[in-house]
Structure formats: C-alpha cells, structure tokens
C-alpha cells in the first residue's frame, strides 16, 4: 500500500481501507458528500481522529460543507493504489484456505489470490474458485514475483514455510496461524488470531457492557 505522506501513523494507515470501502458504498447510493459525523457513525472510529487522520493528507474537506465523497474516493483510491493489481499466494487449503479462495476478495478490485499452495495429494493440482492449487513442494518454482503471502498452514510448519517465504522474497505476509512468525526484520506480518478475537470480544461483552 503506496501512501501519498511517508511519515503517516501507522493507525491511520491501516484505518484508509476502512474509509475507502465505507466510500464506496456512498457513491454507489448516489451520496455527494459525506460529514465527519457520518463517518464517524458509520465506520465506528471517532470524528476527531477522522478528522486528524485526513488532516495528514492536507484539505480534503471544508468546514460546514463536509467531505466530497466522489473527491475522496478518487484521493484514497490513488493513495491505496486501488488501480494496481495485488497479486496474492495463499499457502495451506484447509478450511480456513479453501475459505479464502472462495471469497478471493471479491469487494476489493486490487487484491486477488492467483495461486495456493498444500501438501494434500487430494488437493494438489485441483482448481478452487478458479485458483490453482499447487503442491507446496513446488513453492520455489511457482511462486515468482508474488510480494504478498497469506498463511494458513498447521501452526508447526508455520515458522519454516515463512523462512521459505522469505528466501523467495516475499515483502508482506497475513498470519492466520496461531504462531508468533520468526520473520526477518524485512519482512512486514500481520497476525490475525481468530481465537484470540474472539476470546477479547466476550471478555468485552462481559465487563465492558455497552449499555
């Protein structure tokens, strides 16, 4: 993801994504503009930081009129690099693989899983939603110059898949699995524990109620 700032906070980066989608389903109702309050509402992230976030790209909107949607939408689209195709690898079809291979991004234009790879003989050399599924062996002679890497795998073969990963020159890599990567320095991961999530969430639920 290609910012226009280089020395953006690391929050508001990751929240651009958040803003472009909630956008995208403005334009496509017919709305003009948008407020920071709407935003704010819709996108559950408060007006202020809204509104500081946007303030790190200069003005993007203007006091009492609010934001133009389609003007933001052009701005962040650039700014996500919307109009280049992120080609993904998702390495390990299990459920949660097969899962991702079926959605493929389907609301997102820019990112899509060319190629999966799995050490199943069952699962090897079959097609899901389009995507080859190529024996993990293969890695090495398939992966080419994919930058972008989903992990999926057993959380044993974790740490050894991303040195792998690694050799080959991948730059990012979205961890699904339940292991702390060893990851060069190089390398950006992102963990997402779908246990842990949910283990936070209910303690939210219990003792910080929202009403």
């Known amino acids: 993801m290609r910012m226009a700032q ?21 334009q496509s109702q017919g709305k003009n503009r948008v407020s920071s309050k709407e935003l704010s509402e819709a996108v559950k992230v408060d007006s202020a930081t809204i509104r500081r ?3 790190y790209f200069g003005a993007l909107g203007k006091k009492g009129y609010g934001y133009n949607v389609e003007y933001l ?28 291979l079926h959605y493929n991004f389907v609301k997102n234009n820019n990112t899509k899983i ?20 190529y024996d993990i062996a293969e890695l090495e002679d398939r992966l080419g110059d994919i930058k972008v890497a989903i992990l999926t795998v057993p959380a044993d073969a974790a740490d050894a898949t991303t040195e792998r990963l690694a050799n080959l020159g991948i730059e990012g890599i979205l961890n699904f699995t339940p292991a702390r ?25 219990k003792h910080y109620p929202l009403v």
Request: proline content about 5%; cysteine-free.
């Open 6 to 26: 280089s020395k953006i906070p690391q929050a508001t980066a990751k929240r651009l994504p958040l803003y472009y989608r909630y956008l995208n389903n403005l």
């Open 53 to 55: 976030d946007f303030s």
């Open 73 to 100: 939408l052009g701005f962040f689209r650039k700014t996500l690099d919307q109009d280049e195709l992120s080609e993904v690898a998702l390495v390990g079809v299990g459920n949660l693989g097969a899962a991702f």
């Open 114 to 133: 060319i190629m999966a790879f799995d050490s199943d003989p069952d699962k090897i050399g079959t097609t899901i939603a389009d995507v080859p599924v």
């Open 181 to 205: 990567l060893n990851a060069p320095s190089h390398i950006r991961v992102h963990h997402i524990d779908l246990s842990v999530e949910l283990q936070a969430l209910v303690y939210f639920l």
